[in-house]
């Protein structure tokens, strides 16, 4: 399975920005799909994950109810719908995916949120 994500970018505090990771290759055997962010220094933290029949968990608190993450299984995409951006959301965000047996990662969209 090969992920690209776009749609990262420089945006002004409170601004929304939508990313999207598309997938290709063996998508059938996709079992969920997730985000994850990273900043430089700090581990990689996972943001939002959406199981094949499309349940989404949450893993931050600090994007809950601000961060959405719709999918259009059709086009095997996946995207990361992020509202009334802060600072701390300033980051790369990388998409992932897990098979029955592997482990898939994109290369990542830079995100700078400006004050």
């Known amino acids: 399975v090969q992920l690209v994500e776009s749609g990262g970018g420089t945006v002004q505090v409170g601004d929304s920005l939508r990313l999207s990771c598309a997938a290709s290759?063996?998508?059938?055997?996709?079992?969920?799909m997730g985000w994850y962010r990273q900043t430089a220094g700090k581990e990689r933290e996972i943001v939002e994950l959406i199981s094949a029949d499309g349940s989404v968990t949450n893993y931050r608190n600090s994007v809950k109810g601000r961060f959405t993450i719709p999918s259009d299984n059709a086009r095997n995409t996946m995207y990361l719908k992020m509202n009334s951006r802060n600072p701390d959301d300033t980051a790369e965000y990388l998409c992932n995916t897990v098979t029955g047996t592997m482990v898939y990662w994109g290369k990542g969209t830079l995100v700078t949120v400006s004050s």
């Open positions: 290759g063996s998508t059938f055997s996709i079992k969920q």
